[in-house]
């Protein structure tokens, strides 16, 4: 590719195409849109206009962009396994039902919602030190846990614990 318009072709002409390759092999829609999106990056960052490529070397970068995200999947499902045997490990078994409803309303969560509750919570961070993993002020920080304190609270209402008391005392 020689310039800018070479690779604004490059990726009018074959967006849809790899959209849809990496659509039918990861099950997550916003998944597969920051999947494609990678991919198209790093094809603007490997251009040479001595070695055009297309549509072939975008499905292997696409193949192995995927290969990453189920990596990926894998790592959070054992980090999940971890987490859930920490929590069942810290409660009695009184508390059996409620930490079942906690693990079951965390997973509902979205990435990165899980994340500031993990890094709380689980790593003991500050605000201030959640918002440097994730590149946020403290405020947004605070902002967010609040937030996810909100969707978690009338998931596990009917217990005799709110979900500030079970992860609190987790802490």
């Known amino acids: 590719m020689t310039d ?4 604004v072709a490059l990726f009018r002409e074959h967006y849809n195409a790899v959209r849809r390759f990496i659509e039918r ?13 990678e991919c198209f990056e790093i094809a603007w960052r490997k251009r040479d206009p001595r070695e055009p490529f297309g549509l072939p070397w975008l499905y292997r970068t696409a193949r192995n962009l995927i290969a990453n995200e ?12 971890h987490i859930e045997d920490q929590v069942r490990t810290l409660s009695n078994a ?7 409803r906690l693990v079951d309303a965390i997973r ?3 990435e990165k919602e899980r994340e500031i509750l993990w890094l709380t919570y689980w790593e003991d961070l500050s605000a201030a ?4 993993v994730v590149g946020a002020s403290a405020g947004t920080v605070w902002t967010r846990l ?8 009338p998931l596990l209402s009917d217990g005799p614990l709110s979900a500030e008391e079970v992860l609190d005392e987790r802490r």
Request: proline share 0%; no cysteine.
């Open 129 to 132: 030190e959640v918002g440097v």
């Open 108 to 110: 509902a969560l979205s």
């Open 25 to 37: 092999r990861v099950s997550d829609r916003e998944a597969a849109d920051d999947l494609t999106m």
């Open 70 to 81: 189920y990596r990926r999947r894998d790592r959070e499902g054992a980090l999940w396994t």
């Open 4 to 7: 800018d318009a070479d690779f």
């Open 146 to 153: 609040n937030r996810v304190r909100a969707k978690l609270r």
């Open 94 to 100: 009184s508390e059996g039902e409620m930490i079942d």
